[in-house]
């Protein structure tokens, strides 16, 4: 549960969260899972891997790969 509590809470103050999982499937609690899914500020992407992270003094973007696809978003940080 505790990536699921923490995206709530960032996503009171931040513009934008996405949480990155390489499972399609979570083990999270189902009311966890429902907050934020509900949540506006929280993206959830599934059946993904971080790929690299960018920047250079300070987080600029990631990197994750689906389905055989890279991606890159931009963000200010990252919490494992």
Known sequence: NSAFETALLLSRVA????LIHRR?????ED??????KKA?????????TIQEIKGDQT????V??????DTEITV?????
């Open 15 to 18: 513009e934008k969260v996405y």
């Open 24 to 28: 399609e499937e979570f083990r999270a």
């Open 31 to 36: 009311i966890m899972i429902e907050k934020v």
């Open 40 to 48: 506006k500020h929280v993206e959830i992407i599934t059946g993904a």
């Open 59 to 62: 987080v600029k973007s990631l």
């Open 64 to 69: 994750y790969s689906k389905s055989g696809k």
């Open 76 to 80: 200010d940080g990252i919490f494992v």
